[in-house]
Structures are given as C-alpha cells and as structure tokens.
T-cell receptor, first 113, second 115 residues
Framework: AQSVTQLGSHVSVSEGALVLLRCNYS??????LFWYVQYPNQGLQLLLK??????LVKGINGFEAEFKKSETSFHLTKPSAHMSDAAEYFC???????????FGTGTKLQVIP | GAGVSQSPSNKVTEKGKDVELRCDPI?????LYWYRQRLGQGLEFLIYFQGNSAPDKSGLPSDRFSAERTGESVSTLTIQRTQQEDSAVYLC?????????????FGDGTRLSIL
C-alpha cells in the first residue's frame, strides 16, 4: 500500500520568493511520483514526474522536485514565485503496474504581490 | 478533441433524482479513473477501469454509485437517488497503458449540485 502526505494545506509566499511545497510518501516498492497543478475550475495538469531516472526532476513553469529516498520525500520547489503560480498543487504516488495512483490532499499556494 | 472531455460541465438537480456523468477519454488510453473532489478538499478515488473491466471499485461510496465503460471508450458514472452530500466536482482521468511512468490526463470535471 502507498500513501502521500502533503504538509500544509495552505502556503503563502511573496512574489519573487522561493516556493517550497512538501510531499512525503510511503510505498512498499520503489515508487513513481508525480506533482500536478490545478487552476480554478479546471482539472489537474502534470507538472513533473519521477520515474527512477535522475533524482532531480525538472518540470514545466520553472518547477523542480528532488526525490530523496532516505527521507521518503519529493518536495516541489521554484526559485522565484510568480503571480500565475497561484493554484492548488497535488503530490501523487503509484507503485506502477495495475496499481491506482494515490493523491495527497493538496496544498493551495497563494502568491502575494 | 485532443484531451479528456467531460459532460455536462455543470449539473444542478433535485435531491432524489438520478444523474449520469460522461467521460470521453483520449483515444488509445486504456486506463480510466473517476475521482470526487468536494469543495476545498483533495481527490477521492472512486473507481478505476482497465479497458472495460473495473479491477478496483473500492472507492464507490455506496450502492447508489455505479460506473461502466464501453471498451476503451466512453465511461459513464451514474448516481441514483442523489443526496446533498453528493454535491462535488467529479473528475475523470485517463492514462496510456498501465505503466507507472505514464501520467494521468484530467478532464475539467462535472460540477454537480444537489438542491
């Protein structure tokens, strides 16, 4: 079984500041990990994914995430927040194969001008 | 279209009525998922299809909820005798194959309001 914990249901940052959204996972097998973003009244869009290649994964819109097995973490970062980054972010994990994806509860990012 | 299409985009109905929600997947996507997202909350897994079989329907909250899929095509989620707690956004997502590296592609959802 797998699970995902996202610390902080709401995060506020100033425009231009570092964005850090936390995700910790548990999985009985090496996982595949994803970050998705949801803008208001839309479905989720893929930001980036970890599939056991490079541990530092770069995604769209300047986001990146680092897989740290020892810490069972997959935190999402962006060096400089932009107003357009305001959205809800979901971390997800799957062991692959015929296994469903488990999503975290989401973190709403507010960017303050 | 190129993406996952859900219809209707909005549905308002009276308590006790039945509703049917539709999901048109991306062509060739064999895996299909239904999720429920209540206001201000995360995604709640409902059911997963691989082709037209449902290996995991553990998330369906009650026997009022059912879903079916025609081959690797359209899926419908039916809610019978709707209750106010069924009000939520229902999201459909599809996936190319079963390989864990494949991301899910989401529709924009159906916003269901039960009066």
């Amino acid at each position: 079984a797998q699970s995902v914990t996202q610390l902080g249901s709401h995060v506020s940052v100033s425009e231009g500041a570092l964005v850090l959204l936390r995700c910790n996972y548990s999985s009985s097998v090496p996982p595949y990990l994803f970050w998705y973003v949801q803008y208001p009244n839309q479905g989720l869009q893929l930001l980036l994914k970890y599939t056991s290649a490079a541990t530092l994964v770069k995604g769209i819109n300047g986001f990146e995430a680092e897989f740290k097995k020892s810490e069972t973490s997959f935190h999402l970062t962006k060096p400089s927040a932009h107003m357009s980054d305001a959205a809800e972010y979901f971390c997800a994990v799957t062991p692959g194969g015929y296994q469903k994806v488990t999503f975290g509860t989401g973190t709403k990012l507010q960017v303050i001008p | 279209g190129a993406g996952v299409s859900q219809s209707p985009s909005n549905k308002v109905t009276e308590k006790g009525k039945d509703v049917e929600l539709r999901c048109d997947p991306i062509s060739g996507h064999t895996a299909l998922y239904w999720y429920r997202q209540r206001l201000g909350q995360g995604l709640e897994f409902l059911i997963y299809f691989q082709g037209n079989s449902a290996p995991d329907k553990s998330g369906l909250p009650s026997d009022r909820f059912s879903a079916e899929r025609t081959g690797e095509s359209v899926s419908t989620l039916t809610i019978q005798r709707t209750q106010q707690e069924d009000s939520a956004v229902y999201l459909c997502a599809t996936q190319l194959g079963i390989v864990g590296t494949q991301p899910q592609h989401f529709g924009d959802g159906t916003r269901l309001s039960i009066l």
